[in-house]
């Protein structure tokens, strides 16, 4: 049973007065060709379109933008496109995540400011998931998340490629001289075949496959590939969907609650997910209020009990998001997940995620497996604290070499990414396999904006020794395509004065992951006293979108978000006014 009616509908407070306000609301609209036929009684529906030329994950959304408007019609409802910030991970620099709160700050403003009664949002490529459904939680208009989907497999002379995975890993064939400047541009060209996003469990994966698991997507909405016909009518149906959504009042305060956020996060570490994961959702969370905050002792809660069971790169040795699909997709996962997961969440669908998973099977139980033959015992994360990391660090032990799970070497310090990038190559360059490379200054504001720089090459001297994995540590992000012994999103980061500014080159430094813990091997009085020597560096940005950045990002255990736009910083925005 509907609870809105055509007169409480938000739109109708710029059409149905008869008022000189609303008239020239209603002439406009008719300037763009449309009548009272097309919004009269109905609910107007916001497509935000995150396409741009050089949006190389959203190539397709020129047309699906199309299909969702389709949907919308077919329903009853009056579709309107909004363009929004297209953020391009491989291509925008220093990095998206700079800018994931500008998309946030975009989204919930479009919504706020128009006549819109409710959106589908449309992304996929890492930020835009979080940075879309940031805002529209921040809005709170009913919503649906339409994923773009990953694109096909990879293929190079019949070897299956994961985009990114197999990057790391042909750049440093290339760099020991395995293979010839031909074959490597042969694997680019080979790598990325179609429209979508990253198909290795990467963050677009991840993100997508966390917006399923809070309730934001259609069932099974995050794992249909880019091209498959199959994601041309899931958008349609986003289209229909989200009209009945707002006849329903079904907004996210009326939806989520924090079962919501819990389930993602088992989610997320059954889907041996990208360590992005962490920051964003704690975001997320956040953003739907206190009763949903998620922290990081969430995640390492979950991690002890909840095993990797998607055998997908860079997790997985072998399979990539189209088996996925094949094998059942994210329904499938999350039935096998039953008992982990509270069914009783509710989900854009109008339906419990329990009342979703009805019926979904596996049908590959290699790529989707049992929870009693794992690839990983437990989950995909862990958070370590320690003196190096007061509030915490990040590692994805499922995809990094065992013996650096419990291990002690010395620090080999790096204060900037040029310095680290000159040494890396340099053969005589005095490093083992036993030492802990230490990136810092690359951080939420010492970045700027935490860039993926978190996976640093190995040495080329231990390269063309066969090294494959080291211990590395940073105050940086990695994509979550890269695999190996990565200790991330160190907090407080050095720019700001965490003890990761401290670490000297041959200081020891001992990782303990089953213990969840990160030590440096200095007294807390030499620490104070290399304290009293340490001096800021200069500021990063003086103006701008930068500069307010700066003012306002929070560290990466909180998400990462502008303090200003958090839940809690103040009042709920309300309407605008129409004079």
Same mark, same amino acid.
């Given at each position: ?31 763009? +060709? ?39 019609? @077919? ?86 490629? +994961? ?16 293979? $010839? ?69 079904? $907004? ?60 997908? %790169? ?27 997961? @509270? ?101 939420? @504001? ?7 720089? +978190? ?21 940086? %992000? ?18 700001? +004065? ?17 213990? %969840? ?63």
């Amino acid at each position: 049973m509907a609870h809105k009616t055509p007169e409480s509908l938000r739109s109708a407070r710029w059409f149905a007065p008869d008022d000189l306000r609303s008239f020239g609301h209603r002439s406009r609209a008719m300037q763009l +060709g449309y009548g009272p036929e097309d919004w009269v009684g109905k609910p107007v529906v916001a497509i935000i379109n995150t396409w741009s030329d050089i949006g190389t994950c959203h190539g397709h959304f020129k047309q699906r933008v199309e299909d969702v408007k389709r949907g919308v019609l @077919q329903a009853g409802g009056f579709p309107l496109e909004l363009p929004a910030l297209s953020l391009s991970e491989s291509l925008v620099k220093p990095t998206t995540m700079l800018y994931r709160n500008m998309l946030a700050m975009e989204t919930e403003e479009l919504l706020r400011s128009h006549p819109i009664d409710g959106a589908v949002l449309m992304g996929g490529c890492d930020k835009t998931t979080p940075g879309l459904i940031l805002g529209a939680l921040s809005a709170g208009l009913p919503f649906i998340y339409m994923p773009a989907g990953p694109m096909l497999s990879g293929n190079w002379k019949g070897q299956v490629l +994961g985009s990114g995975s197999d990057t790391w890993k042909y750049w440093d064939d290339r760099r020991a001289g395995k293979i $010839t400047t031909k074959q490597w541009i042969e694997v680019e060209g080979s790598i990325a075949r179609s429209h979508g996003h990253c198909m290795t469990m990467g963050t677009a994966s991840t993100m997508t496959g966390i917006a399923e698991a809070c309730g934001f997507t259609l069932p099974g909405a995050s794992s249909i590939p880019a091209v498959d016909s199959n994601h041309i009518r899931m958008a349609a149906e986003c289209g229909r969907r989200v009209v009945d959504m707002v006849w329903e009042d079904l $907004t996210p305060a009326s939806m989520l609650s924090r079962a919501s956020f819990e389930n993602a996060i088992t989610v997320a570490m059954a889907m041996g997910c990208s360590t992005n994961a962490i920051i964003h959702l704690v975001a997320m969370s956040r953003r739907a209020g206190a009763n949903c905050a998620i922290g990081l002792e969430d995640f390492d809660k979950a991690s002890r009990t909840v095993p990797v069971i998607a055998n997908i %790169r860079p997790s997985g040795s072998t399979y990539l998001m189209e088996d996925f699909y094949y094998a059942g997709g994210m329904r499938a996962m999350m039935g096998v997940l039953k008992d982990h997961l @509270q069914l009783d969440a509710l989900t854009v669908s109008g339906k419990t995620l329990g009342e979703n998973l009805q019926g979904a099977e596996v049908y590959n139980a290699d790529v989707i497996r049992p929870l009693d033959n794992p690839i990983y015992a437990e989950g995909a994360l862990a958070v370590l604290r320690g003196n190096l990391a007061p509030d915490g660090c990040v590692i994805k032990p499922s995809a990094c070499a065992p013996q650096y799970l419990q291990h002690t070497g010395p620090a080999l310090v790096f204060d900037d990414y040029p310095s680290m990038k000159a040494a890396i190559d340099d053969e005589d360059l005095d490093v083992t396999a036993d030492h802990i490379l230490v990136l810092r200054n690359c951080g939420p @504001q010492g970045g700027p904006g935490m860039p993926e720089w +978190g996976m640093l090459p190995i040495p080329l001297k231990l390269v063309k020794q066969g090294v494959k994995d080291m211990l590395r540590i940073s105050d940086a %992000r990695m994509s979550g395509t890269s695999y190996g012994a990565c200790i991330l999103h160190v907090a407080p980061e050095a720019y700001i +004065g965490g003890n990761l500014a401290l670490v000297k080159t041959g200081d020891m430094i001992t990782v303990d992951v089953p213990g %969840r813990r990160i030590h440096l091997e200095v007294s807390d009085e030499v620490l104070a006293k290399r304290r009293a020597g340490w001096s800021p560096l200069p500021k990063r940005f003086e103006r701008g979108y930068g500069w307010m950045f700066s003012r306002h990002i929070m560290q990466a255990d909180q998400g990462c978000d502008f303090d200003f736009l958090e839940t809690s910083f103040g009042a709920p925005v309300g309407e605008p006014d129409i004079y």
